[in-house]
């Protein structure tokens, strides 16, 4: 139900179904590719406890969601009626997009689902080359062979698997691109390829045409040229054909002429495209190591806010098909623990209870690769922990450049990216210098973040919550800016609020009142910056530029506003003690919800401090909050 809820509010917040054209997920976050992103409510979403962020980029309007987001995208195409991968082609976007935001939106949906499973390749993949190091396997045993088999799969025939997700983007057939691909890997095809490299082997005919024979296993842009000359096919023959016979006749006139011509031009020229970029890069990254390993390991995490990095993942896995290594990912790996290390100085350093258990699950994530977390709610907000990680990042990247450190499989850059590092040869100078740098990255970023990342904290005395004496003029008190109380009630602590997203501190600092009475008046002069349409939850920004956000109740959006009245809407100029919202404190709890009602600093990372009043109860318009800048 929770997940639910929370798809169709992302739902509704991008514009509804119709305004859909495609929908895929990554680690954390949903891109979607609408048709009119005018139509998208990027401001409600942010404002959304489910939603860690909203970034447009790259020709996608991507929802960050956080972990999980694969429970989440499953509701939302459930609520939306839409099948996995689904690309309503009948409407295309009325958004001009650029060549390099096609190119993004391109390679993301096709690696986009396979993300997961090529990141367990990769570590199984390392933990072999670990347990051969050390002695515990033997590459002759069972046990190494079974668990070889199951890293090596995914990479033996991903011609095979890219088939079917590139079919899917290219909006054709996937079971038809699924079978060029089979046919590259095809057991008779590899034993001619084998042949071919004999001395004095004898050069095979198609109808008179010679036959290159290459080793397709592993290789990534044949098959996704193969489809898309397929995709092409496929569509024009759908568009001749009877009906009566096109379900049948399509697929066996692709796969007669795309299969020849991929082996005949197709098949060699992607593979001299693909030989042509391994050079090139290695061509750039050999004429200085040390500096493309800094600019790299630097602006990746950049890169990932703005989903760009996707534009990587088909160069790193075309250096490990053409060498069989690649340093690119080896160069990453500092860029995350950079990351990593400036959260872990957040959560040694701050004294804020949310603080602490927000960095600690996102540094238990970014040590695994999952950076998004540690960026959006705890080091890019606070600032200056972004930049010491992007430094410490450089600076690891640079040492790891130098070392010439290369990883031997794909995954994320994570912790287990050490394993993979290590050559058939055994632990060697690289792969000490692929360690050293990253742990440079990482106590770079932490010590930083300690000793300079967070404000100073700002010492005063305990508030009181003594209502102001009208009339008020301004929402100032000698300390900071004065917030408030919108109601009456019990006042309860932040961090004892049942819905996590809120106790967490995620959604900015605050605190937390169970209402008396069922009224919500204005805490300070200002605008109503947002009124939710179920009217729940309204949004307030001071003439001073605090963002207060008033949620009444927990989960009380499944209401869909009964119960609520409204006085005001988005873009009311309203001052202190103005009536906002009134509501049933009767009915809602009978309903069964809690009316405990947090009440928000949205934008807290501005300021040095927010101050809570204290004591266990508190009065319309007492003092409620106090931000200092």
């Known amino acids: 139900m929770q997940y639910t809820t929370v798809a169709n509010e992302i739902l509704a917040g991008v514009g509804g179904k119709s305004n859909i054209n495609s ?42 969601i956080g972990n999980h987001v694969g429970e989440v995208y499953q509701a939302l195409l459930q609520q939306a009626g ?47 080359a670990l347990s051969v190091v050390c002695g515990w396997l033997q590459p002759t045993s069972g046990s190494y062979m079974i668990l070889f088999a199951a890293s090596d799969s995914l990479f033996y025939f991903l011609p095979l698997i890219l088939g079917y997700t590139a079919g899917k ?3 054709s057939n996937p079971f038809i691109s699924m079978a060029i691909g089979g046919a590259l890997v095809h057991p008779l095809m590899l034993t ?46 759908n568009q001749v054909l009877p009906s009566s016979i096109k379900n049948f006749l399509t697929p066996l006139l692709c796969l007669v002429m795309t299969v020849p011509a991929t082996f005949l031009l197709i098949g060699p020229l992607a593979t001299w ?12 990254y050999l004429a200085a190591p040390p500096i493309a390993g800094a600019v790299l390991a630097g602006f990746w995490q950049i890169c990932v806010i703005f989903g760009l990095h996707w534009g ?29 290390g400036a959260t872990l100085g957040v959560l040694l350093r701050t004294r804020d209870a949310k603080m602490k258990v927000l960095s600690g699950s ?92 967070l404000p100073a904290p700002v010492a005063v005395a305990e508030m009181d919550n003594t209502p102001p004496s009208p009339p008020i003029n301004n929402n100032h008190h000698d300390l900071g800016e004065v917030v408030f109380s919108p109601m009456s009630g019990e006042l309860l602590p932040l ?77 009311d100029r309203v001052n202190v003690g103005d009536l906002l919202l009134e509501f049933d404190c009767a009915a809602i709890t009978g309903a069964g919800y809690d009316l405990t009602t947090p009440i928000i600093i949205s934008n807290s990372e501005d300021y040095q401090d927010v101050l809570c009043a204290k004591g266990t109860s508190i009065t319309e318009q007492a003092t409620l909050l106090t931000v200092i800048r």
């Not at 004095?200 to 010679?210: N, V, W």
């Not at 495209?273 to 750039?284: K, N």
């Open 169 to 171: 983007k290219f909006g």
């Open 495 to 571: 961090s004892q609020v049942s819905d996590s997203t809120f106790a967490s501190g995620l959604l900015g600092a605050g605190i937390a009142i169970i209402p008396s009475l069922g009224r919500v008046v204005s805490p300070v002069n200002g605008v109503v910056a947002s009124l939710f349409k179920t009217h729940h939850a309204i949004g307030i920004e001071s003439d001073s530029g605090a963002e207060i956000l008033i949620h009444v109740g927990i989960d009380t959006v499944k209401l869909d506003g009964k119960y609520f009245t409204a006085h005001v809407k988005a873009g």
């Open 82 to 128: 839409l099948s996995d991968g689904d690309e309503d082609k009948a409407q295309p976007s009325s958004q001009k997009e650029s060549l390099f935001s096609h190119a993004i939106d391109l390679i993301s949906g096709i690696f986009t689902p396979l993300l997961g499973v090529l990141a367990a390749s990769g570590i199984i993949k390392g933990f072999l």
């Open 273 to 284: 495209l693909s030989q042509l970029l391994a050079s090139g890069f290695q061509l750039i």
């Open 312 to 340: 990587f993942v088909p160069l790193m896995m075309n250096n490990l098909s053409v060498m069989g290594n690649d340093v690119m990912l080896a160069l990453v790996l500092p860029g995350v623990m950079g990351q990593v």
């Open 362 to 453: 996102a540094f238990t994530a970014g040590i695994f690769g999952i950076t998004e977390p540690a960026v959006y709610g705890v080091t890019l907000p606070l600032k200056k922990p972004f930049i010491f990680g992007c430094i410490g990042g450089a600076i690891g990247g640079a040492i790891i450049g130098f070392s010439q450190t290369q990883v031997y499989s794909f995954g994320l850059p994570s912790i287990f990216t050490f394993a993979q590092m290590i050559p058939s040869t055994g632990i060697n100078a690289s792969v000490w210098g692929g360690i050293i740098g990253t742990l440079v990255a990482l106590l770079f970023a932490t010590i930083s973040t300690f000793l300079f990342g």
């Open 192 to 237: 001619a390829f084998n042949a071919a490299a004999l001395p004095g082997a004898s050069t095979l005919y198609f109808l008179g045409i010679p036959i290159t024979f290459i080793n397709y296993t592993s290789s990534v842009i044949p098959i996704i040229l193969a489809t898309w000359v397929s995709s092409r096919l496929e569509k024009g023959l």
């Open 23 to 64: 929908v895929v997920h990554c680690a954390t976050r949903l891109r979607f590719k609408l048709k009119d992103t005018s139509r998208a409510d990027a401001q409600a979403l942010k404002n959304n406890p489910g939603v860690i962020m909203v970034v447009e980029s790259g020709g996608q309007f991507q929802v960050v």
